[in-house]
Structures are given as C-alpha cells and as structure tokens.
C-alpha cells in the first residue's frame, strides 16, 4: 500500500485575509504602522536615558564637595556644624587628623540647650568671611549671628577658623576672638 498523494489544487489565502462568511472583509495589518510604533517607541526610550543622564550629573554637581578655596571650605564646614549639625558632613571639611572644636562645640550645645529649654528655634548665619593664607595655611575670620526665630534677639561674636590645605582646603580648628 503506497501513501496517497497530497491532493492538489488552489493553495488558500494567508491568514490576514481569511473571511468568514457574514463579516466584513478585513484588511491586512499595517506594518508601517508598527514600524513607526516601534520608532517613537525607540526614541521615546532614548530620550528618557538622556534625561536620567542629565539628573545624575545635575545631582553629582550640586553635590560637589567644594573645598578649592579656603573661604568655601570654612562656609561650607560652618553650614554641616552649626546649620545641618551633621558630623558626617563635618569630616568632610574638616583635617584629616581631626581638629581642635571644643569652643565650637560648647556653642553648638549651648544652642541646643537653649532650643530645648525654651522650646524655640535658633538660626546662626554668617557673613564678612575674611581670607587670609600663606602657603599651605590659612585663617578665615566669620562673624557668626545667632537670633532667635522670632527675631526678638541676635548676638553677634566673631570667629577664626584655622585651614590647612590637605587635598583642598579643611578646617582643622574654631576659637572665638575675643
């Protein structure tokens, strides 16, 4: 017994352009379409990669760690101690082999104490930092206000800070002038 032959004849439509009896005849699908899909899609996905691009180097920027000159080091070492009170922060700015804070830090815990005692807020701001370097060293004078936040009360002491430039400028010491 032989295998019976495939029948021949006409060969039946593709798929995209098969009908049923009652409906209306579909038209194929439109791969043009799809390209363009895929297209948009494509450059949409490339514009959002450029965009987390651009905010990683935003941030990276605003992140920075400035410490190129010894008056951005002694503004930025004042905001991490007094402002953020951050000790992470603080050895960020401040000498490799610690630094001599005693009289800074009595100041900061006499503003907590106070902010608890009274329960109020305290804000200390700075300004007239005066640079004064020689070499490797340097000295920045601030004139640090202290005030209550309802601005009933502000004290102004003024303040030297000693730098040492070690790989960028850092405060290795805070005593009160008197």
């Not at 953020?84 to 503003?111: H, M, P, Q, W």
Request: contains cysteine; hydrophobic residues 35%; glycine residues 12%.
């Amino acid at each position: 017994m032989q295998p019976q032959e495939p029948a021949t004849g006409p060969t039946p439509p593709p798929p995209d352009t098969l009908t049923v009896p009652g409906e209306p005849e579909r038209k194929p699908r439109n791969r043009r379409l799809r390209l363009w899909l895929a297209l948009g899609a494509g450059v949409l996905g490339l514009l959002c990669l450029g965009g987390v691009g651009i905010a990683v180097l935003l941030y990276d920027e605003e992140t920075k760690i400035v410490r190129t000159t010894p008056g951005a080091a002694a503004d930025n070492f004042l905001r991490a101690y007094l402002v953020n009170r951050d000790e992470r922060e603080v050895g960020l700015y401040s000498c490799k082999s610690g630094g001599e804070f005693s009289e800074l830090a009595a100041y900061r815990t006499d503003i907590e104490r106070r902010e608890a005692q009274f329960s109020i807020g305290i804000q200390v701001v700075w300004e007239g930092l005066r640079v004064a370097t020689d070499g490797q060293q340097g000295t920045v004078d601030a004139d640090l206000t202290r005030s209550l936040g309802d601005g009933s009360e502000r004290i102004t002491d003024t303040w030297r800070l000693g730098l040492v430039d070690e790989e960028g400028w850092r405060v290795c010491s805070a005593t009160k002038v008197p």
